[in-house]
DNA sequence: ACGGAGCATGGTA
DNA sequence: GTACCATGCTCCG
């Protein structure tokens, strides 16, 4: 740029036609004219230049004053000297300078020709580029990118708009300038200062590498060669191909040069940084133009390629997501420009040992290096914390077309610890053309991908359809994917077609593989407590493998978690919590309340519709209710709980923990299993390994004193003796009422069932238990019958009540149950009259389940089944409250196994 | 027998 | 119906 300067004219007045002093000697360098000087400003005028103060006080009574759309600050666009101090935004309006960094909007300017923005090194290219660029770059063209901020931007406003563009790091001045000058300039300009640009750049401080600007040619330098490119240029040749290259490394020529029309472009301008707004951004933002002109791409390769569909569009999956964090995770100069070419989410193969990722098609060739041979050539990567990575860049000939993949990948994948789902982004750094790998955790990706999604789409998608972001579980798990959004939080992400389209179909296997396999667990606890069965609906149950799920014919409803509970006159009733006051009101056990609820609503309790009202529940009671509702916070308690305990233990506790806080291991167990241990697998010591696969194999006898068993015992011991003391201490009436003195119950049962008692009631929570000491009272775990013995049981037999499981279950049982336990115990009565085992009153009940409610019906009810035994033969041995539907894991099971058939 | 390389297959958009 | 691509499968070292 610094060659650039070229005095206006060699009048020694100022170049500022409002300013009549007189240029110092060494007068100062504004603007650059179309012709591609600069400007010569008297002191004072450069000052205020340089100030970005100019059409503050040149132009304020000129035309040309727009708001910007974001911020309302009024921003001069209609000279040269502001034509880099806003940004046009593709649905119209405009964005000042720092709107448009703020939110990383692809600049307005993208609609410059890119031929402006950098003088290529070959001259002529811009005779045809001019033209060509022009609309090329205004028009609708094949690239996505630039067409709309709003690709990038959420659906919202486009001030939200994340430029998905390159991202200026730095602001530097001068130099932009000028950029942004010519790129105003008028396409018969270009030429000249095209020709000029070079030397400029050269000089510049970014100015790339000679080594970049003639082996890649592109360096940022050409934005019109990408448009150009079409109709030309053998100029790119060197990049083109070969493998003959060394690690294409440091510039991604063809990137620059070729899709985007702009990208290079753009990079180029950032050589420079603007002190200002730059416009370099917008073209930045566009990288994605190049992509497609299959003329481009063809140009690249020095020929045409096979394919040459390409009509360069990109997938929408594929374009970056760039947060303004990840472009600064990349950029460790912070003079650095980024360019965000694609990303792409890590398929199972891309992540596994085979060290193969494999490319989408388009933006390998819109962004590698073209490559005419099989063996490609090798590609120096650098990731986000500078480490360099050399994979070679190949494809393989696939059905007339051809299969990119960048091998030897493995090592890098491993060292930012991917996994499937995981997305990586390309992008391009500049100066120097490097190439540069980031990553995306899928958990974070997840939300904000969707977030951009919904932008992206163009208006395609958006919440509602897709499914869960979340690659592996959600997608399909539910029907709701508000639901998972709002129970998941960031983790999860928000429902997507994009993601459909993405994971979607084609990662079945990926959800299962995928890595997330803990968040998804996560997320199945979190929603479970959300997800009800549809009003008037009742839940059907459905056996997989062993484990039965709750199915909901229609979309389950997101509900606001509350507890269910029986009052003292036996009625079922419910507690929620105002959002706003966090007290606990008391309403019927029918009523399905919206994710958000507070006193306001309560239109059940006129008295308690206030949060000014006193809360019914004592802090006592609430105790003894709350541990079941938060579920999530419960398995914190647990985990810390665990902590003490030695490591087998933990895999032992754990599960109890899962199948006590669920009720049935059912559906938490199904996705531990599913996550942690797609099978059985031979060697691993956990509660699940150990044993023998659907309880066959020879079982854990009382006497067992395995390692498991032994933590199970204790674990059963130390619910007990829990559940007791709170029990006696709390519940003396309840315990009273029960015949069995013995044991603590506190419910106040109507059943006599020892399960009942033994289950107690509600108060206790299975963390606390566990934290708590354990003491053992086998006696009375014996004496207890649980009704998750089944669950308990160490061989996940049912019929094997006797055994040790069932005491373990009992305690439990009763821990998870406790106040639910009248609830159930009606409900036993229910059943046991109706003989209608099967269903919990949970379940029927649309509008009841909250989370807790779910689990303690399904606890009572195992409970209710297992007192029952006696009473009640018929009754599921396990029972699991799965929000999802059955179908979601059904087809999750066959993932787990392997491949496609 | 094992692992890697490359091709083929099949699902999805 | 075509193209893309994830993964499986086979062959070779």
Request: charged share 25%; glycine share 6%; net charge neutral.
């Amino acid at each position: 740029m610094t060659s650039t300067s070229v005095v206006t004219s060699s009048s020694r007045i100022c170049f500022n036609s409002v300013c009549n002093d007189l240029k110092s000697e060494r007068p100062r360098k504004g603007w650059q004219l179309r012709t591609g000087e600069l400007a010569e400003l008297c002191d004072r005028c450069a000052s205020i230049y340089d100030e970005g103060r100019f059409c503050d006080a040149f132009h304020l009574n000129a035309s040309g004053w727009r708001t910007c759309e974001s911020c309302g600050k009024r921003v001069h666009c209609g000279c040269i000297v502001s034509a880099y101090a806003f940004a046009l935004l593709d649905a119209g309006g405009i964005l000042c300078i720092a709107c448009s960094r703020k939110n990383a909007v692809l600049g307005p300017n993208s609609s410059w020709p890119p031929s402006l923005l950098f003088n290529s090194s070959l001259p002529e290219r811009f005779k045809d580029c001019s033209a060509k660029g022009w609309s090329q770059l205004t028009g609708s063209g094949p690239a996505p990118w630039r067409q709309a901020p709003g690709l990038f931007n959420s659906s919202t406003s486009q001030p939200e708009l994340h430029s998905r563009v390159p991202y200026e790091v730095d602001l530097s001045t001068g130099i932009d300038r000028l950029n942004v000058s010519e790129r105003l300039s008028i396409p018969s300009l270009e030429k000249k200062k095209n020709e000029d640009f070079p030397e400029r750049l050269m000089n510049g401080p970014l100015k790339p590498s000679a080594h970049d600007i003639h082996e890649n040619g592109n360096t940022g330098i050409n934005c019109e060669e990408q448009h150009t490119s079409c109709l030309t240029k053998p100029q790119l040749p060197s990049l083109k191909e070969d493998s003959s290259n060394p690690p294409f490394g440091l510039a991604v020529p063809y990137t620059s040069i070729d899709e985007a029309n702009g990208q290079m472009g753009v990079s180029g301008t950032h050589l420079r940084p603007n002190p200002q707004p730059s416009l370099a951004k917008q073209f930045h933002s566009n990288p994605h133009n190049g992509l497609d002109s299959s003329g481009e791409t063809q140009m690249r390769n020095g020929r045409p390629r096979p394919d040459g569909r390409g009509r360069n569009q990109l997938f929408p999956r594929y374009w970056p997501r760039f947060t303004d964090q990840d472009l600064q995770q990349i950029s460790a100069d912070s003079n650095s420009i980024i360019t965000p070419l694609f990303e792409k989410m890590l398929s199972a193969s891309d992540a596994g040992r085979i060290g193969r990722l494999v490319l989408p098609k388009k933006c390998a060739e819109a962004y590698f290096p073209p490559i005419s041979q099989p063996e490609g050539l090798p590609l120096k990567v650098q990731d986000s914390k500078g480490k360099e990575w050399i994979f070679q860049f190949r494809f393989w000939p696939n059905n007339n077309s051809r299969m990119y993949v960048l091998e030897g990948v493995t090592p890098c994948i491993q060292n930012m610890q991917l996994q499937a789902g995981d997305v990586v982004t390309f992008s391009r750094l500049e100066p120097g053309g490097k190439l540069v790998m980031g990553f995306r955790k899928a958990s974070a990706a997840s939300a904000s991908e969707q977030e951009n999604e919904a932008k992206n789409s163009n208006g395609v998608s958006t919440h509602g359809d897709a499914e869960l972001a979340d690659p592996s579980s959600w997608s399909k798990v539910d029907k709701s994917g508000y639901i998972a959004k709002e129970a998941l939080g960031t983790k999860v992400a928000v429902p997507r077609k994009r993601k459909n389209s993405v994971l979607g179909s084609k990662s079945k296997r990926l959800r299962i593989d995928n890595e997330d396999m803990i968040e998804l667990k996560l997320t199945w606890e979190e929603a479970q407590g959300l997800l009800r069965p549809p009003p008037n609906h009742v839940a059907n149950v459905v056996s997989i493998e062993g484990f039965e799920f709750e199915e909901y014919e229609d979309a389950p409803v997101l509900g606001k978690p509350t507890i269910f509970a029986t009052d003292k006159s036996g009625e079922k009733i419910q507690w929620a919590q105002c959002e706003d006051c966090f007290k606990w009101r008391r309403l019927p056990s029918d009523v399905l309340l919206p994710s958000k609820w507070t006193c306001s609503s309560n239109s059940w309790d006129p008295e308690r519709s206030s949060c000014s009202a006193t809360q019914e529940l004592t802090a006592e009671e609430l105790e003894n209710l709350l541990p079941h509702c938060n579920l999530a916070a419960s398995k914190k308690m647990k985990a810390a709980k665990q902590e003490s305990e030695n490591v087998d233990a933990l895999e032992g506790l754990d599960t109890l923990a899962n199948l006590a806080i669920l009720g049935e291991g059912g559906v938490l167990p199904a996705s531990q299993a599913t996550t942690k241990h797609p099978r059985h697998r031979p060697g691993c010591s956990c509660i699940v390994c150990i044993q023998p696969p659907s309880g066959k194999g020879p079982k854990h006898k009382q006497t067992c004193t395995c390692n498991v068993c032994q933590t199970v015992k204790r674990r059963f011991r130390t619910l007990m003796l829990r559940r007791e003391k709170k029990q006696s201490q709390k519940e003396a009436d309840a315990t009273r009422k029960k015949q069995q003195p013995s044991l603590p119950d506190k419910v106040v049962d109507d059943e006599p069932l020892p399960c009942t008692t033994s289950a107690g009631n509600s108060s206790l929570n299975p963390e606390k238990v566990v934290s708590e000491n354990l003491d053992d009272d086998t006696n009375r775990l014996k004496s207890s019958s649980s009704p998750f013995k089944g669950q308990i049981d160490l061989n996940i037999q049912p019929e094997r009540e006797e055994e040790l499981s069932p005491g373990s279950d009992s305690g439990g049982t009763m821990r998870l149950l406790q106040d639910a336990t009248d609830k159930y115990h009606r409900q036993q009565s229910i059943l046991s009259s109706s003989g209608n085992s099967n269903i919990e009153v949970t379940q029927t009940q649309p509008g009841s389940g909250t989370e807790l409610g779910k689990i303690n019906s399904s606890i009572d009810l195992r409970a209710s089944h297992r007192d029952a035994d006696m009473d009640h033969p018929a009754i599921f041995p396990i029972k699991t409250f799965a929000p999802t539907s059955a179908t979601v894991i059904s087809e999750m099971l066959p993932m787990q196994n392997g491949g496609r058939s």
